[in-house]
Structures are given as structure tokens and as C-alpha cells.
């Protein structure tokens, strides 16, 4: 199984807001059809409309793949449309956070393959990260079909254990957000320090890019990467010195946060 299976068969998108839009978005950017995409959305955007996929329109009978993408709290709602599709072949796949892949097969059948994943918004330029796990009547070739559909919007790493999807949705699904607001923390210190606002945001967007992108490029770890920018007795220590506090820095707060994330996920998931 591969795209080919995906444009013959048909995809259809179950909620296409934030996060499904920005996997449609690198999908048809790497070249899926927009002819084999069939979303259904109360209220599609703009951006939808123009991209030439159905909408609310007909659906494949069997579709390759169904990606679920809606919110958790409207599951109830969105379940019994997609009890309806399918024939046992048809993969499906939920992003949802929370919802546990037994609530899926409670709608959909037991039998039915399933594969729940935590992708992340930079999907829309195809730089995403997605956890993925299947139930156990998802066949390897269908978790092979799930990630090679992901891997086009970015990279793919399997879990062992359902449970771990909490952790993962609190670092990588949340964490675009953690670092969007550490953008603005910057530029908003910056601007404390004296900056013009659009200097202050220029300067923290391309230094936290920058930083990305060097991190993931390099051959030393992120800590040697701190220690290089970090000059003996000079500014980085002095910064340094009030981020990495143990008691009052980011490690607390990162703790904090992404506990208060998973915990989230978990509290969804009852
Ligand atoms: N936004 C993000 O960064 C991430 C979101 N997710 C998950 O993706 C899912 C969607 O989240 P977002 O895209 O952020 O939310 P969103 O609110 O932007 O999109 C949800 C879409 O579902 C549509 N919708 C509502 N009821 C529907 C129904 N009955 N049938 C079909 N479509 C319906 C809405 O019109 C909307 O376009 C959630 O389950 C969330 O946990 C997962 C990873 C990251
Ligand atoms: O905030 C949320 O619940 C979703 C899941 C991960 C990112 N956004």
C-alpha cells in the first residue's frame, strides 16, 4: 500500500480545522490529488473551499484511509457518520487528543483497524512530528500505509504502549504552542529592554528558528550547543543563571507544564 492506494481509494477528512488543515495543506503540497480528498466539515474555510477537494459532497465507499480530526468533545457527534464507512479495509485514523482507541472500536466495530496519532501544526510546512499506535486489527501494511501518509507532513515515531500518547501529546502535540509563546515572551522582554516591537519580534522568531534549525542540523547535543554560545563570565551565563534555576526557571515551569498538558489528555481520554 502506498499514496497511489491512497489517490485511487480515496481519503476522506473528518473535521478540517488547525490540524487537519495542516496535514491536507502538506499533503497536497507533496502532491496527493485534491480529486481523492473528500472533508467533511460544517464550516469549512476559505482556504478549504479554494484547494479544489469535496466537500460535504459524496464520500468513496470504501476509502483508502478516514482521518479523524475533530475536536474530542465533538466525538459523540462525529462517531456515527463514520460508523457508516468502511468495509473492514478502510484504516482509520484518529489525531484526537485524549479519545482512547477503545472508544473507536466501541463505535466503529472492534474489527475495525484503527490507528490513533499525535501529530503537531508545523505538519503545514513538513516539519510535523507524529507518535502513532495501531489496534490490534490494524495490519503492519495498514500501520506502514498510516505512517508513510504522516511522513509526508514531517517525521513518524511508533509507541509501544497506548499510554504513553498522554506524555507525547503533552511534549510534542502541545509543545509548538510552548515554543510560540516563548516567542513572544522574547520579543516582549526585548521590547522591556527598549526595542521597537517589530525589531523585538524579528530578533526572537529568527533566533528561535535559528536555534531549531541548528539543533537539528549539528552533531552536538543541545546542552553542548547551550555551553557554545555560552562565553565564560559573559551575558549568556548571566541569563542562564536566571532561566536554569532549578527552583524558580524553565525546569520547573517545563515540568509544570507539560504535566498539566498530559494530565489534560488524560482527563480527556475518561
Ligand atoms: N491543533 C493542534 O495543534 C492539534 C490538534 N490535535 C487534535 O486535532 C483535533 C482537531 O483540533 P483542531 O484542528 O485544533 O480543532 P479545530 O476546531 O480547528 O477543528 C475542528 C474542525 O472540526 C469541524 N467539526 C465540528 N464538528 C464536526 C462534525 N460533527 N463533523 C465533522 N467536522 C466537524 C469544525 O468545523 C472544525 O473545522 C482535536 O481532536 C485535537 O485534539 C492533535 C494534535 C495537534
Ligand atoms: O490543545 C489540544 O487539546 C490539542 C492537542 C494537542 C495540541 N492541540
Known sequence: ????????????????????????????????????V???DPNPSDWLRGTGVGINGDLPENPAIVLIAVKPQMMGEALPTLAAMG???????SVAAGTPIAAFEAALGAESPIVRAMPN???????????????AHASAAQVDLAEMLLRAVGQVVRLDTEDQMDAVTGVSGSGPAYVFHMIECLAAAGEAQGLAPALAMQLAQATVAGAGALAEAADETPAQLR?????????????????????????PLMRKTVAAAADRSRELGQ
Open 87 to 93: 468495509n473492514g479495509t478502510t484504516l482509520f485514523v
Open 121 to 135: 501544526t508545523p505538519a503545514a510546512v513538513g516539519r510535523g512530528i507524529t507518535a502513532i499506535i495501531g489496534n
Open 227 to 251: 555551553v557554545n554560545v555560552t562565553s565564560p563570565n559573559g551575558t549568556t551565563q548571566a541569563g542562564l543563571a536566571v532561566l536554569m534555576d532549578e527552583e524558580t526557571g524553565l525546569p
Open 38 to 40: 473528500s472533508v467533511i
Open 1 to 36: 500500500m502506498n499514496m497511489d492506494h491512497v489517490a485511487e481509494n480515496g481519503l476522506v477528512l473528518l473535521g478540517c480545522g488547525k490540524m487537519g488543515g495542516a496535514m491536507l495543506q502538506g499533503w497536497l503540497a507533496q502532491g496527493l490529488p485534491p480529486t481523492s
